[in-house]
């Protein structure tokens, strides 16, 4: 067996990581995307400018495996970037440590409120907000936190410090202490809080569902509301990287290129591109010195990726999935699921873009069918069609209802709605339980659509039923009879049933 990767006895045929001097960036939700995109940039940075100030402390909320991963191994883990024809392995230093609120709440929040900290960046994907369908902060979901922070801030019952019960309930706790501290050092103690989540107005949606906890908790307090208003960010951010869930082989591997055993190895594309929103509140690392693009406004890269990328990868997900491909790249490969996804990508997504400084979307559309077809990552149809009621509002949402609202039918989008319907009528049938945070909620539907028994719900009945989901589609556009009519003759075509239902 060979030894653990270890910051302190590292292997020689890769380029030294960096060591940080301390830490400037609390990251809520280190899963494989993170490491792989956002700690890759910071380390680069670091690399190219020699500032040593950005140490990321990662916080993991859904469980401890992550800090179980990297803490023996003093934070360093590897990269995996691997392409259809090359591969390459570096390691990155930039994260300090990981931490789990079940354990080391306090740690987090005092890391937030620490003047050395200057940034909180997010990757909690979208489930992680904790929405209702439509849209609002769903205050039973962060109660606890809600609770606690009152007392944190001297308006509820003192006590022990309460674990976080989630990212939004940790950020808006760590806000409060760092307006605590703030307040103590006469100081503004301004911070950063950087989403870099798949949502449209990321920033904004994050802004708005701090500010709604702060009103739920502490509806007195002025005096922190004004600090937020002055001293704190939130800027818009487009992120892109495939970065599939990392397999045993994989880890063997990478074990055998560096002669050194790496629990925390992430697997990505060679493909990464970060877009930022340019308004800090403070200090920052030199992203830009890494690939990043700094600038005004990121909205237009922010729809074009999401309607293009993300709506096209989703598509092929449960088309995919529906077709028994296990990959995505098989999934991509398969011609008749290729002309549907090339449908939505150019028939309905693109002509609701605006293309983003110049950009040509038809040659960006093109070249995402060739990332989908990289074969090496083995990213998985099943890991991407996880939590569809939460990525759908995104990915095909806002293009179907602009194109019926252009009076076009998105024929596209149809299908893949369709494809969703199947994917979640089949499990329900066969008894398994939907990866969606609204699974037991769609399981319902289908059951309804059936008088109480999914087996003999009409499958056309059930994908109108789906389409018109509150919270799904905006602007009614699930309500839309040509749209729902579209739907359901996919569907009949999938199931081998009549369009009439
Ligand atoms: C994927 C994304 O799992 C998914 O839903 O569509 O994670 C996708 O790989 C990234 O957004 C690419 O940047």
Redesign the pocket.
């Known amino acids: 067996m060979t030894d653990r990767l270890h910051r302190d006895h590292l292997p020689t045929s890769v380029d030294t990581p960096v060591t940080p001097e301390s830490v400037g960036i609390v990251h809520l939700g280190i899963g494989a995307?993170h490491r792989a995109h956002q700690a890759v940039y910071t380390e680069q940075a670091a690399r190219a400018t020699g500032d040593r100030r950005w140490g990321i402390l990662g916080v993991t909320q859904r469980s401890a495996s992550v800090r179980d991963q990297l803490r023996p191994q003093g934070g360093v883990y590897s990269v995996l970037t691997a392409g259809a024809r090359d591969s390459s392995v570096d390691l990155v230093g930039a994260v300090l440590d990981v931490a789990w609120p079940a354990d080391e709440t306090e740690r987090v929040l005092a890391t937030i409120a620490a003047p050395t900290t200057h940034l909180v960046t997010l990757t909690v994907t979208e489930k992680g907000y904790c929405r209702t369908g439509s849209g609002e902060l769903d205050l039973d979901r962060v109660r606890p936190d809600l609770d606690a922070l009152a007392a944190e801030q001297g308006t509820g019952a003192p006590g022990e410090t309460v674990a976080a019960g989630s990212a939004i309930g940790l950020l808006v706790r760590g806000l409060a202490a760092r307006y605590r501290a703030a307040c103590e050092a006469g100081e503004a103690l301004p911070l950063t809080v950087l989403t870099c989540d798949?949502m449209v107005d990321n920033g904004h949606v994050l802004e708005g569902l701090v500010r709604s906890a702060l009103d739920a908790a502490l509806p007195q307090d002025t005096a922190l509301r004004a600090w937020l208003d002055a001293h704190v960010t939130f800027p818009c951010s487009m992120?892109?990287?495939?970065?599939p869930a990392t397999t045993p082989e994989q880890r063997d591997a990478v074990e055998g290129e560096l002669g050194v055993r790496d629990e925390g190895l992430v697997v990505g594309e060679p493909f990464s591109q970060w877009v930022i929103e340019d308004r800090f509140a403070g200090p920052r690392p030199a992203w830009e010195q890494a690939g990043a693009t700094l600038t005004d406004d990121v909205s237009v890269w922010e729809r074009a990726?999401l309607r293009l990328?993300?709506g096209t990868?989703?598509l092929l997900a449960y088309a995919g999935r529906l077709a028994g491909h296990v990959t995505m790249a098989e999934a991509v490969e398969d011609p008749a699921i290729r002309a549907r996804a090339r449908r939505l990508l150019f028939d309905d997504a693109l002509p609701t873009l605006t293309p983003p400084d110049g950009a040509d979307l038809d040659a960006y559309g093109e070249s995402l069918l060739e990332r989908f077809a990289n074969p090496a990552t083995g990213?998985t149809t099943l890991?991407?069609s996880m939590d569809g009621t939460q990525?759908i509002p995104y990915r095909w949402g806002d293009t179907i209802a602009e194109r019926l609202a252009a009076g076009e039918l998105p024929r596209g989008a149809a299908y893949a709605l369709a494809c969703w319907s199947e994917v979640v009528r089949r499990e329900a049938v066969a008894g398994r339980a939907v990866d969606d945070p609204r699974g037991d909620e769609l399981q319902r539907v289908v059951a309804t659509v059936g008088g109480g028994s999914a087996e003999v719900a009409s499958p056309t009945d059930v994908a109108r039923a789906l389409t018109a989901l509150p919270g799904l589609l905006p602007q009614g556009a699930g309500m839309d009879p040509a749209l729902l009519d579209a739907v359901a003759a996919e569907v009949a075509e999938l199931a081998g049933v009549p369009a009439a239902g």
Do not use: G, P, W
Request: net charge positive; hydrophobic share 40%; glycine share 0%.
């Open positions: 995307f798949n992120v892109d990287r495939i970065v990726k990328l993300n990868h989703s990213h890991q991407v990525k």
